[in-house]
T-cell receptor
Framework: AQRVTQPEKLLSVFKGAPVELKCNYS??????LFWYVQYSRQRLQLLLR??SRESIKGFTADLNKGETSFHLKKPFAQEEDSAMYYC?????????FGAGTILRVKS | GAVVSQHPSWVICKSGTSVKIECRSL??????MFWYRQFPKQSLMLMAT?????????EQGVEKDKFLINHASLTLSTLTVTSAHPEDSSFYIC?????????????FGPGTRLTVL
């Protein structure tokens, strides 16, 4: 079955520290993976997708098929990065979301 | 990015009544709309997928007679929770996508908080 696992419910780091939000997936085909972010009291929005291979707001994510992972990384966390982050897998026509990880960046 | 709106943003109703939630794509045409349910501090669970002019496709375990979905136009989908009960209290989020382009991003509404007393 297609599944997305985000093992950490909460990740708390200090400003300026590196961040890695973990995401593992199980999928029998060629996966299409995304990271979505939800800032406080705002709607869910796309952060990045693995196909684009881009860096958004300093975040990057590399698809590792061997480890079936798509971890989200940022070298230096900022306070405005505090939010809920969801990893998602496209399954056919729809998105399957992980449970989400709350990132708290402390000053 | 494109904007998806939901109305109302919150609603409180009595048990046994029906509630309708609207989802609109404001500046694009949505060939596909999705309805999700989100419990506190949990992930989004897909309830159903709808295409304009077609019947919605419901996920396993979602009662189609309980959660009526209508996608009457390319800019509007509605979710009606019929005979609502306290266990239906939740945060309902819609999402919309235009599948006719090469880059089909899914845009999310702000959500509707339903409380059933």
């Amino acid at each position: 079955a297609q599944r997305v696992t985000q093992p950490e419910k909460l990740l708390s780091v200090f400003k300026g520290a590196p961040v890695e939000l973990k995401c593992n997936y199980s999928y029998s085909g060629s996966p299409e993976l995304f990271w979505y972010v939800q800032y406080s009291r705002q709607r869910l929005q796309l952060l990045l997708r693995h196909i684009s291979r881009e860096s958004i707001k300093g975040f990057t994510a590399d698809l590792n098929k061997g480890e079936t992972s798509f971890h989200l990384k940022k070298p230096f966390a900022q306070e405005e990065d505090s939010a809920m982050y969801y990893c998602a897998l496209k399954k056919g026509n729809k998105l399957v979301f992980g449970a989400g990880t709350i990132l708290r960046v402390k000053s | 990015g494109a904007v998806v709106s939901q109305h109302p943003s919150w609603v409180i109703c009595k048990s046994g009544t029906s509630v309708k939630i609207e989802c609109r794509s404001l500046d694009f045409q949505a060939t596909t709309m999705f309805w999700y349910r989100q419990f506190p501090k949990q992930s989004l669970m897909l309830m159903a997928t709808s295409n304009e002019g077609s019947k919605a496709t419901y996920e396993q375990g979602v009662e189609k007679d309980k959660f009526l979905i209508n996608h009457a136009s390319l800019t509007l989908s509605t979710l009606t929770v019929t005979s609502a009960h306290p266990e239906d209290s939740s945060f309902y989020i819609c999402s919309a996508r235009d599948d006719r382009g090469s880059y089909n991003e899914q845009f999310f509404g702000p959500g509707t908080r339903l409380t059933v007393l």
